[in-house]
């Protein structure tokens, strides 16, 4: 059994930072590409930022320049530190794990936590 267990959202105000945090676990072989994708009422989840095991990372558009992901292979942690927050940052934000269950096999499965609120409001 996979879980991906988000924290760390709230209530900012404009210009504000926030740091999220996303624990996995689970008995599988390796946790591949981890990352955070968000998604408000009415439109399609997008992406924010993903990272891979190797640390190479990749950032929709509208957060480039403020956000930042990292991660702990050792704990198969992922974060996301928000800064200069804007009010369209609003949404639930979801991680997501790509993950090979068994050594050797090239099939990988994408997992999604439960999300968390972000809310950017004065």
């Known amino acids: 059994q996979v879980q991906l267990v988000e924290s760390g959202g709230g209530l900012r105000q404009p210009g504000g930072s926030l740091r999220l945090s996303c624990a996995a676990s689970?008995?599988?072989?390796?946790?591949?590409?981890m990352g955070w994708y968000r998604q408000v009422p009415g439109k399609q989840r997008e992406l924010v930022a993903t990272?891979?095991?190797?640390?190479?990372?990749n950032y929709g558009d509208s957060v480039k320049g403020r956000f930042t992901i990292s991660r702990n292979n050792a704990n198969n942690t992922v974060y996301l530190q928000m800064n200069t927050l804007k009010p369209e940052d609003t949404a639930v934000y979801y991680c997501?794990?790509?993950?090979?269950?068994?050594?050797?096999?090239?099939?990988?499965?994408?997992?999604w936590g439960q999300g968390t609120q972000v809310t950017v409001s004065s």
């Open positions: 997501n794990a790509l993950i090979t269950r068994v050594a050797g096999s090239k099939a990988q499965f994408v997992y």
């Open positions: 689970g008995s599988v072989f390796s946790f591949n590409a």
């Open positions: 990272i891979t095991s190797g640390g190479t990372t």
